[in-house]
């Protein structure tokens, strides 16, 4: 813990908060290309994998290159910055003990204390029996492609550790999500002879009074960490002009997930409701697709993972709290679901107060914090 060089951390996190890599468009590689450089600094093995045009995953280790050990799962995209913002969103402005800056919380900030923690154990650490590797995917904020290229790699970790903003709680619990569009298809007409028409936005209203109807229903079934699932109307579009009558309107829906719960399940809730509208005897059509899904984990509090790495957190001066749930999703669960490897989510900042906010910002104290965590915790998983 005490190798762990707080000021080159705090420089890291500046230089990778001031290279820009907003989703959407979705443009992450100047700001992978920051922290390859930091990670061959670092003397760690870097490779850098072109996933999509200007957006590619990077992948660095230390240790032996072997299977097992652990993977440290993060993103390099963030949210756009976004309106309303009292500085620069991209000048890593330090303030009162806060760094601010878009991605500064969600999640640079855990990159950040990442690299510094694999750094001070290649500098100072025992050697490595196993591997820990960092994966820091694109496109966690749209649709998850970088780490489903990475997983089709087939990793081989024992565990997966993904430093997202949690305020250093050991995170065993997190909700899933997934998006269902809708599009509910009509006939245009002249408004002056709207009979002539079928109106697609009435259609439209129709369903989403289903969707809410489907949100109430989940509030009866609750898990003890995670709470309830949800549904919830993110946005609607439809109609040409206001003496048209619209010939479509489509609905993009979010679908929180708990552990169990798919979104083919999710799916056919949707298409049972909009079936029951019977919107065909009004001359109308409508369908549903699922557009993205990133899954909901759980892993047992006794895991070793699970206790070695909140043991680490006490030890090395984090906040005594018990193990929590996250209500936000993450790319954990894809490594759960598709590769096997039980993952816990701990990081540096507040998903609830910081991220994809204006002025989104971390407390310094606790990013260098969250770096003396993984260093100790690593040291106990990969070298005992």
């Not at 963030?78 to 913002?85: E, F, I, K, L, N």
């Not at 402005?93 to 990159?111: F, N, P, Q, T």
């Not at 489907?214 to 040409?240: C, K, M």
């Not at 009004?282 to 006794?302: K, N, T």
């Amino acid at each position: 813990m005490g190798a762990v060089d707080e000021a080159a951390l705090i420089a890291l996190l500046q230089g990778l908060v001031q290279s820009p890599s907003p989703n959407p468009p979705g443009c992450e590689e100047q700001t992978v290309a920051y922290l390859a450089n930091a990670c061959e600094a670092a003397g760690l093995s870097v490779e850098v994998d072109p996933v999509l045009p200007g957006r590619p995953n990077l992948y660095a280790s230390l240790g032996p290159p072997e299977r097992g050990g652990l993977l440290v799962l993060g993103h390099t995209d963030t949210v756009p910055s976004g309106d309303g913002w009292t500085c620069e969103p991209f000048a890593a402005r330090i303030e009162s003990g806060r760094l601010v800056g878009r991605g500064a919380a969600d999640m640079k900030g855990g990159l950040a204390a990442a690299v510094a923690a694999m750094d001070a154990l290649a500098r100072a650490g025992p050697p490595l029996r196993e591997p820990v590797t960092l994966a820091a995917v694109i496109d966690e904020e749209e649709r998850g492609r970088g780490v489903r290229a990475f997983l089709a790699r087939r990793p081989q970790a024992r565990y997966a550790l993904v430093p997202e903003p949690t305020e250093l709680e050991t995170v065993i619990a997190c909700r899933g999500n997934c998006y269902v569009e809708l599009v509910v298809e009509g006939r245009a007409a002249h408004a002056g002879s709207a009979e002539l028409g079928r109106n697609a936005i009435y259609g439209a209203v129709r369903a989403v009074e289903s969707i809410r109807r489907l949100d109430r229903e989940l509030a009866a079934d609750t898990h003890p960490l995670l709470g309830r699932a949800a549904w919830s109307v993110g946005t609607i579009h439809g109609g040409t002009a206001t003496a048209m009558v619209p010939a479509a309107c489509s609905i993009s829906v979010d679908r929180r997930l708990l552990p169990g719960q798919s979104g083919a399940q999710a799916l056919s809730e949707v298409e049972g409701a909009l079936g029951e509208l019977a919107l065909e005897d009004d001359g109308l059509e409508a369908r549903a697709e699922l557009v993205m899904e990133i899954p909901s984990f759980e892993v047992a509090s006794d895991h070793p993972l699970v206790q070695i790495a909140h043991r680490a957190s006490l030890d090395a001066g984090a906040p005594e709290r018990p193990l929590s749930g996250w209500t936000a999703a993450c790319d954990g669960g894809y490594v759960m679901r598709d590769a096997g490897i039980p993952a816990i989510v701990l990081g540096p900042g507040s998903v609830a107060e910081q991220a994809h906010k204006r002025d989104e910002s971390v407390e310094l104290a606790e990013v260098v914090l969250a770096a003396r965590v993984y260093a100790l915790a690593l040291l106990r998983l990969l070298t005992a």
